[in-house]
């Protein structure tokens, strides 16, 4: 009945609902991240150095050069690996046996030959046209390697959304177990679990996800672990003084009386009643593993290169925000201002919504 009312509060809050379906939006973004990007290699780290930092709306014409088949995967969800070499172009001149091109960015009048037997056998000049030279627009433009912006976008979601969930799963995990193990047991149990806590939490936050992160070394599952070790510390304290407190109540106690082990006390009839608080301190974890990946990509010890993250993106063009381009910078900023804005309104809605006394 409880939750039934609360859904109804969370309905009326427009700002929940658009921080929900921006949220969903941004996850399915993630999961489709392949399908919706244009630059469909793996990282969508296709570069063009001839074409670096064009502005948004930038297009030309790209010449496909094919490579070894037997080199190319196709993947739903790690992207294409392919040995086709692209070249923008200028200018293309057709001859009997081939063509002569200027690449983009050349400002010497120098043209460079491609003849038919490169191509697969039977190719004429219509199937080279069709087929491999191809007109490109890179909507949101490109950075500086020449990569599309938009697919690095699109692809860089997956670590912000990914990292949510695993760093929000293992400081549950964590927090849950010894917060209840403290809080329902307490004595000595509690005080060492308490004195741990103590422990970590006066340690400064980012300067133990970097040792942790140096310690199991740099990547993109390293960084996802140090996360999450890091952020269990709230949620044990908070599981910790709701256990000690609902373990006073009256049906706690005719529980006890009633000859109810410990376990299923704590299973079945305590740990339920924290779902609505673990619900709103995990909106806010989501948020703060967000911000915290990309602090640690824009130090340079999150996610590597050439895998898209956006706090790696920030660093790469920062210098940018004064070359007259600052949108290569701003962009990615933006996306992480706001998937983390969206998940801190959620969690004040739901803590709106889910608070009894209102």
Same mark, same amino acid.
């Given at each position: ?55 948004? &709306? ?46 983009? &960015? ?57 990292? +949510? ?7 549950? @995990? ?26 970590? =939490? ?18 993109? =599952? ?9 952020? =269990? ?8 003084? %709701? ?34 608080? @673990? ?15 990309? &602090? ?13 993250? =956006? ?12 070359? +007259? ?7 990615? +900023?933006?996306?992480?201002?706001? %998937? ?6 959620? &969690?004040?809605? @739901? ?6 006394? +209102?």
């Amino acid at each position: 009945m409880e939750l039934k009312r609360a859904f109804k509060r969370l309905r009326k809050d427009v700002w929940a609902i658009i921080s929900a379906i921006f949220i969903l939006g941004m996850s399915l973004v993630a999961i489709f991240a392949y399908t919706l990007s244009l630059d469909k290699t793996q990282f969508a780290n296709q570069m063009h150095l001839s074409i670096h930092s064009q502005p948004p &709306g930038f297009s030309c014409k790209i010449l496909i050069i094919p490579g070894d088949k037997s080199e190319e995967k196709k993947s739903f969800f790690w992207g294409n690996l392919n040995s086709n070499e692209e070249i923008p172009v200028r200018e293309v001149h057709w001859h009997n046996e081939g063509l002569t091109f200027k690449r983009y &960015g050349n400002a010497i009048n120098y043209f460079e030959e491609k003849t038919f037997d490169q191509f697969p056998p039977g190719t004429t000049r219509k199937k080279v046209e069709e087929k491999y030279i191809k007109e490109k627009r890179f909507i949101l433009g490109t950075d500086k390697y020449g990569r599309d912006l938009l697919s690095r976008l699109i692809i860089g979601s997956r670590i912000s959304i990914s990292i +949510g969930f695993i760093a929000v799963i293992i400081s549950l @995990l964590i927090g849950v177990f010894l917060g209840s193990l403290a809080g329902f047991f307490g004595g000595l149990i509690d005080r060492l679990i308490m004195w741990i806590i103590n422990v970590v =939490w006066s340690i400064p936050t980012l300067l133990m996800v970097i040792a942790i992160t140096l310690a199991l070394g740099r990547g993109f =599952w390293q960084v996802f672990i140090a996360v999450g070790l890091t952020m =269990w510390v709230e949620v044990a304290r908070l599981v910790r003084g %709701l256990v000690k407190s609902s373990k006073e109540e009256l049906f706690v106690q005719a529980a006890i009386t009633l000859g109810f082990s410990k376990l299923r006390l704590l299973l079945n009839h305590i740990l339920p009643l924290l779902v609505a608080p @673990l619900i709103v301190i995990s909106a806010s974890n989501f948020a703060s593993a967000i911000l915290m990946e990309s &602090g640690l990509s824009f130090l340079g010890i999150g996610a590597q290169p050439p895998m898209p993250s =956006w706090g790696g993106m920030v660093k790469d063009h920062f210098r940018y925000l004064l070359l +007259g381009k600052p949108y290569l910078a701003i962009l990615p +900023g933006f996306a992480i201002m706001s %998937l983390v804005l969206a998940f801190m309104m959620l &969690g004040n809605s @739901l803590r709106d919504a889910l608070d009894v006394r +209102g």
